[in-house]
């Protein structure tokens, strides 16, 4: 049997078969669900007359005050971070 007939007989033999669908896991992390919050946040921040006001630990504490769910300034940061966020804090 030649390559080009064994190339024949495996395309008859899987065309009818579909594709099969690769399923793509969307990781969401924790702090995702407070993201409208950390865009007020920093929005507000960036037109404060003092941004001083507006810390990492502040933010902290608006959003356990909505969740009861403590994070630390580092989580946060590293979320501000991953949804581009995070450049607004240095204007």
Do not use: G, N
């Not at 395309?11 to 078969?17: L, M, V």
């Not at 950390?38 to 990492?56: G, H, I, K, N, Q």
Request: net charge positive; hydrophobic share 35%.
């Amino acid at each position: 049997m030649s390559l080009d007939d064994l190339i024949a007989r495996l395309s008859e033999r899987y065309d009818e078969c579909p594709p099969t669908k690769v399923r793509q896991r969307r990781r969401k992390a924790p702090l995702d669900e407070f993201l409208p919050q950390m865009r007020s946040f920093t929005m507000r921040r960036v037109y404060a007359p003092d941004p001083r006001e507006f810390s990492l630990s502040k933010l902290s504490d608006a959003i356990e005050r909505d969740s009861s769910r403590r994070f630390c300034a580092t989580a946060i940061r590293k979320a501000l971070i991953e949804h581009k966020l995070y450049q607004l804090w240095r204007l």
